[in-house]
């Protein structure tokens, strides 16, 4: 419980500060995240076994989508960053479902760590922007 708390406090700092230094077109992505970490939480709360991988699975794929399609069409690089490890999450998520219960736990926690480190990208790459002058956060 401790962990899955922990793990809202972070994502939602990372949103609002996230929020707070982008414009209109990265509050969309931004949505899009805060959005597939709902429905993935709900997935993993609701539903047992392999179904809740297969939802959450979807739920990332989905995601992916977003943030590769708005990298395409942005100049700034943290939506490539973001999504690449997003990406690289997505795939040891995959990984985790496959492999056995010893290594299982291993590819979980890595994609944790994945996802992490893109909710660091986001933020660091938005409030990098803002500094820098590429974006106004009222856009």
């Not at 899009?32 to 939802?55: I, M, N, R």
């Not at 979807?58 to 399609?69: A, F, K, S, W």
Request: glycine share 8%; proline share 2%; hydrophobic share 60%.
């Amino acid at each position: 419980m401790a962990s899955l708390l922990a793990f809202w406090l972070l994502v939602f700092g990372a949103l609002v500060t996230a929020w707070q230094a982008g414009d209109r077109h990265d509050h969309k992505v931004i949505f899009a995240a805060a959005f597939a970490a709902v429905l993935s939480t709900l997935a993993f709360q609701l539903v047992s076994g392999p179904l809740s991988f297969a939802l959450v699975g979807i739920v990332d794929l989905i995601l992916l989508i977003i943030v590769v399609r708005y990298s395409l069409r942005s100049a700034r690089y943290w939506p490539i960053w973001f999504a690449s490890f997003h990406a690289i999450g997505l795939i040891l998520n995959l990984l985790r479902t496959i492999a056995s219960d010893s290594y299982s736990y291993v590819f979980g926690l890595l994609a944790g760590i994945c996802g992490i480190a893109a909710l660091i990208a986001m933020v660091a790459g938005l409030l990098a922007d803002q500094k820098s002058g590429l974006i106004q956060p009222q856009d």
